[in-house]
């Protein structure tokens, strides 16, 4: 009998174990992590439709973005309080696609001499990119070469670097039907100057014309408001440059006050140390620009809002060497 007893105890005993067993490899160790997933993917993006009015296209923007014209076809994306990190939008000819590669290195290169092509994960099918490390910084150049082609140009940091934030907006980009060239041929004209080696676009209605050796002017009426470019030349002495800024603001001055700012805005002459004060009839700036192409940029306005337009064409100069 006491036999018969532990025979069927130890048959329980099996059976329970079985059992245990059995509960435990059948449970559901995967559907947490399926629901944080799900989850993930019902989280709403909170994107705002924004419409270029220098290019044709749309982009959904992250809060905190704004979509600001740089220059003639070419626009950029900024944070409101993170200036340092930003996208700029260039829209190309279709035809393009075929020396994008070329683009691309040759942009990155001037940039920094030690660019390396970007082996990442970008959302186009496809597109080339280069990245360059410059000190704290990376700007990332990509070609996307697909139906419509374009450069994103990603200035970032390398501690904090918000590549993917940007490229989470650039996939939104949606090209309109109207070709660049339709929409910007009656924005400006290239003004190529015979007297030093540069070229830039200039807004329509304002003229431009060299005035003096190593002096071109861009105007709407030389003696209202006027830009005077002036290239600096290689291995030029930076601080005879900065006095001689100073000096000419200062005796232009209504009152001998002069002001010196760091400009943080735009591309090429974000940096740049910036001389400026009240004269007479408006105001007078005058900016030393240390990025490539260096120069020196005098600008005279009777109007606050005849800045915008000659710091826009200012950003197009490019040395033609």
């Not at 139906?147 to 980009?173: G, Q, R, S």
């Not at 861009?218 to 930076?238: N, P, Q």
Request: hydrophobic share 40%; net charge negative; with cysteine.
């Amino acid at each position: 009998m006491k036999q018969q007893s532990k025979l069927w105890m130890s048959i329980v005993a099996a059976v329970a174990l079985l059992s245990a067993c059995s509960e435990q490899t059948t449970a559901p160790v995967e559907q947490p992590i399926a629901n944080k997933e799900q989850t993930k993917e019902q989280t709403p993006v909170d994107f705002t439709l924004v419409e270029s009015t220098n290019q044709p296209f749309s982009i959904s923007l992250l809060p905190k973005f704004s979509l600001e014209a740089e220059e003639p076809r070419k626009d950029v994306v900024m944070h409101e309080s993170e200036q340092e990190q930003w996208m700029r939008i260039e829209l190309l000819p279709k035809d393009a696609s075929n020396e994008m590669e070329t683009y691309a290195k040759e942009r990155a290169t001037a940039i920094s001499e030690q660019a390396i092509l970007f082996e990442g994960t970008l959302p186009f099918e496809n597109a080339i990119a280069y990245e360059a490390h410059v000190d704290d910084s990376v700007v990332y150049v990509i070609g996307v070469t697909e139906d419509a082609p374009m450069f994103l140009t990603v200035f970032t940091k390398k501690e904090e670097n918000w590549l993917d934030t940007f490229m989470t907006m650039a996939k939104t980009i949606e090209r309109k039907k109207t070709e660049t060239n339709e929409q910007t041929k009656e924005q400006f004209f290239t003004y190529k100057s015979s007297n030093q080696p540069f070229q830039a676009n200039i807004l329509n209605g304002y003229m431009a014309e060299a005035i003096e050796p190593g002096k071109d002017m861009i105007f709407l009426d030389e003696e209202k408001a006027s830009l005077t470019v002036e290239l600096i030349d290689e291995g030029a002495d930076w601080s005879l440059v900065a006095e001689q800024a100073e000096q000419y603001v200062k005796a232009s001055s209504k009152d001998g006050h002069v002001e010196k700012i760091t400009w943080t805005k735009g591309a090429h002459l974000n940096g740049s140390d910036v001389y400026k004060s009240a004269i007479e009839d408006g105001e007078v700036y005058v900016f030393v620009v240390k990025n490539e192409p260096a120069m020196r940029l005098t600008i005279f306005i009777q109007q606050p809002n005849e800045l915008d337009a000659f710091l826009q064409m200012a950003e197009t100069i490019e040395r033609i060497d």
